[in-house]
């Protein structure tokens, strides 16, 4: 009887809600497509008894997902809408597990991927899965000129003038500043057994020399002011949604330093304060600009490091090995072009966003109505992008400045064919070919230096949307994309009685052309020497 | 000067986009190019006859604090901005139209005696930059100088 049992055993609840949980994350709609990756959920705290919030997030393609389940401030509704912007691509979920999972353990995280993949997007977009709607992480963007003060803390000088002022920005933007600045580091930082305020006064005094040394007033007076990286680790929501800094009670926020790969060395310096122990964020960093006082981190604070790859940049600049061995280095590859196709759909049917109540100004068809044409549209435009991106590889002529392309082109160029459309002066209905032909000068075309690869890319737009190798099959006839938009446009311009109208004689022409078939077969019997005459006789009794 | 492409180009900037990815509003590029013989005030004129501008120069006598606190004061009159770049965009700024044309708003530290501000761009102004081929090819030292803009209007 024991034996009968054996392999058999009870799930816990806590099993049975992982499998719930997962099921919701593996959630796919009716023609395969995404709707998981993404669940809120309402749980009683067994500790306190308390009702929180969480956001559960895992990869829906992967068969065994890691799920992460993160405490939340964003309500249900707000969780819907913000799992609706985000296009169900692997490598957004990808990036999104990854996110989650060094968020949970306070790990720094560093992705490294083509300007297309969404870096910016999906960090914007985790924040709000945390703390609700339209709440941006404090970005920081790297740059060659960036300057570690503004990253860490510095000392302005109260300026009464604008001759003050001048002569202490043309002193910032000399090299003589970053010297004179080092050197007052240095002093602090080997003052070891000096007390904070010892310290300060020593800050002050330098300072007011140098001062006199630019021609500033010897009485300037100094506020000292934190960067982004003390305030994120310090910042405290208010009830009111806006963020404040406070030393003692600040719990943190998520600070994103995009384009690290474009700092230099000093501000690379400046980051690695931020690496901790165990692979974890520091918990505090100590800052010579405020007397060696030490500035916690709060328990909600993270960083996130984005960059392009190297080779999307002139200087190649990898990320610097120090800082890369800090973090969790995430690469990712290029969008592929099944993600891409995606993409254009979900834009060019207009699934993201509200679609209009009424017709707009300038909209001649209501295009946003018609998923069918959208696809076609979508399959247009991710051919020429994915085209376009492979022609940027490699590289434009006697260009310094890059041109990585973004969904956000292609995005654009979706949104302006809403309401910026062009007539076909014969048909009068709109002419989906030129409109589009137009919005891809603006949006794509015209940013292009070299004009050579402008011209080379308009020929190929209009050999895609008019010539030969542009035509595929559609409803059993071979058209170029242009024949197949005007087809499209002439059916969705039509009104229902007009439409049903337009199938009946089609349907019409389809019956006569079946019976004058059928009368030629049946001609072609009688006339066969071979078939019986009883036969005969009956095939003309045939009714048509 | 292609007064059609002009409006076509302010047409598009004037737009708020629907699709929610993106943001409501984008910031718009018009581009010199070498061979124009245009005027640059006849290309603000235009601008001007069309929409309510305020020019702003960058150039090496100003300051980017300076640069943003008129960005702002021009946010309050609600018009558009035409800013013409004439150095090599430094960090302050840089990072301040990054947040323009990511968020639509500027976000600031320390700003007013706030720990950290947002200024949102108003719903009728807009910022134009502008700047010659040459000088964005040769002189701004951020390479994704194009990435910032939506519409790019090339002036030849």
Redesign the interface.
């Known amino acids: 009887m024991r034996e009968k049992f054996e392999g058999i055993r009870f799930k816990s609840p806590e099993e049975l809600k992982e499998e719930e949980i997962e099921r919701k994350i593996k959630e796919r709609g009716p023609e395969g497509e995404i709707l998981g990756g993404i669940v809120f959920e309402e749980e009683v705290d067994s500790e306190t008894g308390e009702k929180k919030k969480y956001v559960y997030i895992g990869n829906p393609y992967e068969e065994r997902p890691i799920i992460i389940k993160l405490e939340t401030e964003a309500s249900r509704e707000e969780i819907e809408e913000i799992k609706?912007?985000i296009?169900p691509m692997r490598e957004s979920f990808e990036i999104l597990e990854t996110m989650a999972m060094t968020y949970k353990h306070r790990q720094p995280l560093l992705i490294e991927g083509p300007?297309a993949i969404g870096k910016?997007?999906l960090a914007?977009k985790f924040t709000e899965l945390l703390y609700g709607r339209n709440v941006?992480p404090?970005?920081?963007?790297c740059?060659?000129?960036?300057?570690v003060s503004?990253l860490m803390a510095k000392w302005v000088p109260k300026v009464e003038t604008e001759e003050e002022?001048?002569k202490w920005?043309e002193f910032l933007?000399s090299p003589q500043a970053q010297i004179e600045l080092s050197k007052i580091a240095q002093e602090v930082e080997e003052k070891r057994g000096w007390s904070q305020e010892q310290k300060l006064a020593l800050i002050h005094t330098r300072l007011q020399e140098l001062a006199k040394s630019i021609g500033l007033s010897e009485k300037t007076q100094w506020r000292f002011?934190?960067?982004?990286v003390p305030?994120a680790m310090g910042?405290i929501r208010n009830p009111d949604g806006?963020?404040?800094?406070d030393e003692k009670r600040g719990v943190g926020f998520i600070l994103h330093i995009?384009?690290v790969g474009?700092a230099e060395p000093q501000v690379i310096n400046a980051l690695l304060k931020l690496r901790g122990k165990r692979g974890k964020l520091a918990e505090e960093i100590q800052l010579w600009e405020n007397g060696g006082k030490k500035v916690k981190a709060g328990p909600k604070f993270w960083v996130v490091f984005s960059t392009?790859p190297p080779e999307?940049?002139?200087a190649r600049n990898e990320v610097d090995p120090a800082l890369a061995r800090g973090v969790v280095f995430k690469r990712m590859g290029e969008l592929s072009e099944e993600s891409l196709h995606l993409a254009a759909e979900y834009?060019f049917t207009?699934k993201?966003?509200?679609?209009?109540e009424e017709k707009p100004e300038?909209c001649i068809l209501d295009i946003y109505n018609h998923p069918e044409i959208g696809k076609e549209i979508a399959k247009v435009v991710a051919v020429f992008h994915n085209d376009l991106n492979k022609a940027f590889k490699k590289g434009e002529k006697?260009?310094?400045?890059?041109?990585?392309l973004?969904?956000?082109d292609m995005?654009?160029v979706?949104?302006?064919l809403?309401?910026?459309q062009i007539r076909d002066k014969k048909t009068g209905q709109l002419d989906l070919t030129e409109t589009l032909k137009?919005l891809i000068h603006?949006?794509y075309l015209?940013?292009l230096?070299d004009e050579e690869l402008k011209e080379m890319m308009k020929a190929n737009l209009n050999e895609l949307l008019e010539g030969d190798t542009g035509k595929i099959e559609f409803e059993g006839k071979v058209c170029t994309r242009k024949e197949i938009f005007d087809i499209l446009v002439e059916r969705a311009s039509m009104s229902k009685e007009e439409l049903e109208e337009k199938e009946r004689q089609q349907k019409e022409r389809e019956l006569r052309q079946a019976k004058y078939a059928a009368q030629d077969a049946l001609g072609s019997l009688l006339n066969n020497p071979n078939i019986p005459d009883s036969i005969k006789e009956k095939i003309k009794n045939i009714q048509l | 000067m292609d007064k059609e492409k002009l409006n076509?180009?302010i047409?598009?900037l004037q737009?708020s986009?629907?699709?929610?990815?993106?943001p409501s509003f984008?910031l718009g590029?018009i581009?010199k190019e070498k061979t124009s013989k245009i005027n640059n005030e006849e290309i603000f004129d235009e601008i001007k006859k069309i929409v309510p501008v305020e020019k702003i120069i960058y150039d090496e006598s100003t300051?980017d604090e300076d640069i943003i606190s008129k960005i702002i004061d021009i946010f309050k009159k609600n018009k558009w901005i035409f800013l013409e770049i004439k150095k090599?965009?430094?960090?302050?700024l840089?990072?301040q139209l990054?947040?323009l044309a990511?968020?639509n708003f500027l976000?600031l530290?320390?700003y007013k005696g706030?720990?950290?501000v947002?200024i949102k761009m108003p719903e009728n102004c807009r910022i134009i930059v502008f700047a010659e081929?040459n000088f964005?090819?040769?002189k701004?030292?951020?390479?994704?100088?194009?990435?910032l803009f939506?519409?790019?209007?090339?002036i030849k």
């Open positions: 609706k912007e296009i300007t910016t997007f914007d941006k404090l970005d920081f963007y740059s060659g000129q960036t300057d503004e002022k001048r920005h933007e002011q934190y960067g982004a305030k910042l806006t963020f404040s800094f995009e384009e474009l392009n999307e940049y002139l834009y207009y993201l966003g509200k679609k209009p300038g006697g260009r310094q400045q890059r041109i990585p973004t969904l956000d995005a654009r979706a949104d302006a809403i309401d910026i137009r603006f949006y015209d940013r230096a | 076509s180009f047409k598009l737009k986009h629907r699709i929610s990815i993106l984008d590029l581009v300051f090599d965009i430094q960090s302050l840089l990072n990054k947040h990511n968020h976000q530290i320390d706030k720990d950290l947002q081929r964005i090819e040769n701004i030292s951020y390479p994704h100088f194009y990435r939506g519409p790019t209007l090339s």
